[in-house]
């Protein structure tokens, strides 16, 4: 399908809901109407799309949007959209409704959906990438991790209160099943004596030694940040668990910070950036691309074809680890 017969776009969000998604759909509407492009919402991600839950956007549509949280289309993950049955019935929906291009904002999930369904049926889509993990090959950032930094260190700030009132050590898990950006970062940003992430297994003994460390050097209280990946112990129950039953005169606190990390008016930066994004997942459209994400490298931005966005493990910054080793001591 060449550009020239793009006239309608359909945006939809899937997977897991990330502050900014909001801002990126705005941004999109936005650029339709500018672009002289009508535009479809469709609610529930795949689950929609298959089900044919459209509706018509303008620009009036969208507004006041920016500064909320999550997504008012709706998310949802959809096992059936894996199957070819549920694809095809994706594309006739799309097609009824006159729909030229999609473009789909998430994560990896999202995006191998979208890579699957583009080259079935050489339908074009453009990804936008949001997702709090900031696990996304190809580029610096995903919409919604600088909010979710923010969120947690807040939070981290709170618990070291309570941590030096009553000499405690504190574990506080935040997500990062796959990737360790969000403990990384929010850990040097919180002053976290401590970080354990997926791609670099401390192993419990070098645990312990970094405690008995901390102890010797005259800290009375300690703030460990774990990413739920984290390989150290099967959860952070049983890391603590194990604190506790190897080092005397630690009294052992757990917090999970949960879906907390998700919620929440997006942050100035991420509003940006989504509404960046947003323009120009269109004007990739209207140029003729397609299986493509749009991110940010260096603060240009880049159009990836999905097949890199999704590939590979996440790589960790080494500099934030040399920094986060170092000013712990």
Do not use: W
């Given at each position: 399908?060449?550009?020239?017969k793009?006239?309608k776009?359909?945006?939809?969000?899937?997977?897991?809901?990330?502050?900014?998604?909001?801002?990126a759909i705005r941004?999109?509407?936005?650029?339709?109407a500018?672009?002289?492009?009508?535009?479809?919402?469709?609610?529930?991600?795949?689950?929609?799309?298959?089900?044919?839950?459209?509706?018509?956007l303008?620009?009036?549509?969208?507004?006041?949007?920016?500064s909320?949280?999550g997504?008012?289309?709706?998310?949802?993950?959809s096992?059936?959209f894996r199957?070819?049955?549920?694809r095809e019935l994706?594309?006739?929906?799309?097609?009824?409704?006159?729909?030229?291009?999609l473009?789909?904002i998430?994560?990896?999930?999202?995006?191998?959906?979208?890579m699957?369904f583009?080259?079935?049926?050489?339908?074009?889509i453009?990804g936008i990438?949001?997702?709090?993990?900031?696990d996304?090959?190809?580029?610096?950032f995903t919409?919604g991790?600088?909010?979710?930094?923010?969120?947690?260190?807040?939070?981290i700030?709170?618990?070291?209160d309570?941590?030096?009132?009553?000499?405690r050590?504190?574990l506080?898990?935040?997500?990062g099943?796959d990737?360790?950006?969000?403990?990384l970062?929010?850990?040097i940003g919180?002053g976290a004596?401590i970080?354990?992430?997926p791609?670099q297994?401390l192993?419990k003994e070098?645990?312990?030694?970094?405690l008995?460390?901390?102890?010797?050097?005259?800290k009375?209280?300690?703030?460990?940040?774990v990413s739920e990946?984290?390989k150290?112990?099967?959860?952070?129950?049983?890391i603590?668990d194990y604190?506790e039953?190897?080092l005397?005169?630690?009294?052992v606190?757990?917090t999970?910070?949960?879906?907390?990390?998700r919620?929440?008016?997006p942050?100035?930066?991420?509003?940006v950036?989504?509404?960046?994004?947003?323009?120009?997942?269109?004007?990739?459209i209207?140029?003729?691309?397609?299986?493509?994400?749009i991110?940010?490298?260096?603060?240009?931005?880049v159009?990836?074809?999905f097949?890199e966005?999704?590939?590979?493990?996440?790589?960790?910054?080494?500099?934030?680890?040399?920094?986060a080793d170092?000013?712990?001591?």
């Amino acid at each position: 399908m060449s550009n020239n017969k793009i006239k309608k776009i359909g945006v939809l969000t899937s997977g897991g809901d990330s502050p900014g998604m909001n801002a990126a759909i705005r941004a999109v509407v936005r650029s339709c109407a500018f672009n002289n492009l009508l535009c479809d919402g469709i609610y529930r991600g795949y689950e929609g799309l298959m089900e044919g839950d459209f509706e018509p956007l303008n620009a009036r549509s969208v507004k006041n949007l920016i500064s909320r949280g999550g997504t008012f289309l709706k998310s949802a993950r959809s096992a059936e959209f894996r199957t070819k049955k549920g694809r095809e019935l994706a594309h006739q929906h799309l097609l009824k409704a006159s729909i030229d291009g999609l473009v789909v904002i998430g994560g990896d999930g999202t995006f191998r959906g979208a890579m699957a369904f583009g080259e079935e049926f050489h339908f074009p889509i453009i990804g936008i990438p949001g997702t709090i993990d900031n696990d996304i090959n190809g580029t610096d950032f995903t919409i919604g991790y600088d909010t979710a930094l923010n969120t947690v260190v807040g939070a981290i700030d709170k618990i070291r209160d309570t941590a030096h009132s009553h000499n405690r050590l504190f574990l506080v898990e935040v997500m990062g099943r796959d990737a360790g950006d969000i403990a990384l970062s929010a850990g040097i940003g919180a002053g976290a004596e401590i970080i354990l992430i997926p791609e670099q297994n401390l192993g419990k003994e070098r645990l312990i030694e970094s405690l008995k460390r901390s102890k010797n050097s005259g800290k009375t209280s300690s703030i460990i940040v774990v990413s739920e990946g984290d390989k150290v112990g099967k959860n952070i129950y049983q890391i603590a668990d194990y604190i506790e039953n190897t080092l005397t005169g630690y009294d052992v606190r757990v917090t999970v910070l949960g879906h907390v990390q998700r919620g929440g008016s997006p942050s100035c930066r991420d509003r940006v950036f989504a509404s960046r994004l947003g323009v120009n997942a269109i004007d990739a459209i209207i140029r003729g691309e397609h299986g493509v994400m749009i991110g940010v490298q260096n603060s240009k931005v880049v159009s990836v074809p999905f097949s890199e966005a999704v590939k590979g493990d996440n790589k960790i910054d080494k500099e934030l680890i040399r920094v986060a080793d170092i000013t712990s001591i």
